[in-house]
């Protein structure tokens, strides 16, 4: 029962949703460039395209979130920049991706090869690039705070074994620090993937399509593990 009751929470979750939707892509984008017959190579090339028009979709807004994100830790003066900068980029990154979705959908009037569309592209792509590379940092930063604080409870519990409350405020730092960890990974099997989009010789297609698919399975187990938390 607990875990049907985390699969449903996890399902209306976003992240949940769009993760699993990134592994569908990245499943037909690795099929479209390993199966040998060139009917269904696309077949899988079309369905990885719709399923990045979904994404698209599903995305629409992020960058308030975003701006949301900033705000609140501008005022609450964090002692670290790089998740702010993360943000940052994150907003960039969100509102190319906003216009090449309008494009894709006709209401952007922009010619395929047009130097402004292509523009978009590349801000796209290498604000996800910046924006993994600082969400890195940020968690590295993230995850040392958080194992000191972890310690530090540790000695609590250990003077008083009666310290029921601190005992499952010790469990859901464990599962904070495991999301940390997660992320991290998910991140660093990110920026390849993001590469490949700002220029395609630079990488293989099928390293990409096993990079994405690790990555989105990462974002799932990521999403799944967050309900965990009391």
Not at 99 to 116: A, D, I
Request: with cysteine; aromatic share 10%; hydrophobic share 50%.
């Amino acid at each position: 029962m607990e875990m049907a009751n985390s699969f449903r929470c996890f399902m209306k979750d976003f992240e949940g949703r769009e993760q699993s939707l990134k592994l569908l892509q990245y499943a037909s984008f690795l099929a479209s460039v390993l199966w040998n017959s060139q009917t269904l190579r696309k077949r899988a090339k079309k369905l990885a395209l719709n399923l990045a028009v979904v994404r698209k979709a599903l995305r629409l807004g992020m960058p308030f979130k975003n701006l949301l994100e900033i705000l609140t830790r501008a005022w609450n003066k964090p002692k670290t920049w790089t998740r702010g900068l993360s943000d940052v980029f994150g907003v960039a990154f969100y509102l190319a991706d906003h216009c090449l979705y309008f494009q894709r959908v006709g209401l952007l009037k922009l010619q395929p090869e047009s130097t402004r569309l292509m523009l978009f592209d590349i801000v796209r792509n290498l604000s996800w690039v910046l924006k993994e590379l600082f969400a890195i940092l940020a968690t590295a930063l993230e995850m040392h705070n958080l194992q000191k604080l972890m310690q530090k409870l540790v000695r609590v519990i250990q003077r008083d074994s009666n310290q029921a409350l601190n005992s499952t405020e010790y469990r859901n730092l464990g599962v904070k620090n495991d999301l940390l960890v997660l992320e991290m990974i998910r991140s660093i099997l990110d920026i390849p993937v993001a590469i490949y989009f700002l220029d395609k010789n630079k990488l293989n297609a099928g390293v990409v399509g096993v990079l994405g698919v690790l990555s989105s399975a990462v974002g799932v187990a990521r999403s799944f593990k967050k309900q965990t938390l009391t």
